[in-house]
């Protein structure tokens, strides 16, 4: 098979946003399970799957400057974690005004398992200067960029997808920051970043540079597009602030939306995560305003996942029933009930409304 045949197989069961550069939600269904499973995982990419020769440049300001391939990668202590990963631009499609941008619905969030190498160590090997601040990850995909960027001295015909973390952040090893080169157990595909990318636990998906070639250790703070730019919170009356770690937010994944379901007891359910600690409480309403209900919490399976509740709710009217799932975490953040509006629409983590009908 051809890799083109390849990429339209792993694409085929995703909810599609964009055909070039390929973005795509997961299906609702996908968010049952504590795993994505690959083929349903979403991706997001800003171009076209680059070309990648296998090769990691570690440099910068460091003392000793190498060259890591896959091999060297699986020569390191691997860890494995399982890490939900969710792009800042979910829930887009419910802020009003509604910003420019792709338009996600309420799926671009997955649970993947994680295999790689921790950052720190990479690193550590590396031995960053005293003069180091940031560290700087560059991703072989670049491209004209289909957004106007927001700032005013890139081209936007030739951009590449560049991030970067503090010296700080990066070298902690309790961020445990991994540069991966397995999902779920089998070497990255091309759409999730072949050979390695990194993975930020608890931060929106913007941080997990896929496809990674370079990481540089800097003296100064870095700016570009895709984080001094784009990936920025422009609020309407404060000042803007960086996208980093993801927001608490509940999903209902039981009923369905829109779903009829018999008169009787049902237990809803749903997953809840957010970047800043476990989730603490996640409460259901069925009744509009007021009346909220405390559903059972399960703990987290592990530190960077999604947990599962439920509610066992008495169905006994029958009609339409509105249902909502209000999350709050360990940090004391709950969900508003307005998305919190931004020029560029991020970090959508209101208190999502669905329905049912009770028969
Ligand atoms: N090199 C590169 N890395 C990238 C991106 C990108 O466009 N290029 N997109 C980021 C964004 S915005 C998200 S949400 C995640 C998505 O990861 P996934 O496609 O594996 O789900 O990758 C991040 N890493
Ligand atoms: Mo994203």
Known sequence: MTLADDLEKARAALTMIH???FNAEAPPDALNGDITPTELHYVRSNFAVPAHDGALEIGGAVEHPRT?????????????????????????????PLPAGEPWGDYAVSTARWT???????????????EGVEVRFTGADHGSYLLHPVLTDVNSND??????LTLAHATDPEAEILVAYEMNGEP???????????????????ASVKWLTHVDVLTEPYAGEFETGHYMYQWADRPPERVTLMRVRARITDPARG????????????KAWSGAGPITNVDVSVTGEGDWHTAQVEPPKGPYQWQDWSFA?????????????????AAGDVQPHVPPWNRLGYG????????????
């Open 313 to 329: 709710w008495e169905a006994t009217e029958p009609g339409r029933h509105s249902l909502r799932a209000r999350a709050t975490d």
């Open 159 to 164: 951009l590449t997808f560049v991030r970067s």
């Open 68 to 96: 890591l391939t896959i091999d060297g990668l699986r020569a390191m202590p691997s860890v494995e974690r399982v890490v939900t990963l969710e792009c800042a631009g979910n829930g887009r499609l419910a802020m009003r």
């Open 259 to 270: 779903a009829t379901i018999p008169v009787g007891t049902y237990t809803v359910r749903g």
């Open 188 to 206: 990255l595909d091309p759409d999730h970043g072949a050979p390695f990318r990194l993975i930020v636990p608890r931060w929106y998906g913007v």
């Open 348 to 359: 959508n983590n209101a208190i999502e409304v669905s329905y049912v009908d009770v028969r």
């Open 116 to 130: 790689g190498a921790l950052l720190h160590q990479v690193l550590e090997q590396a031995n960053p200067s005293a």
């Open 19 to 21: 055909r070039e550069p």
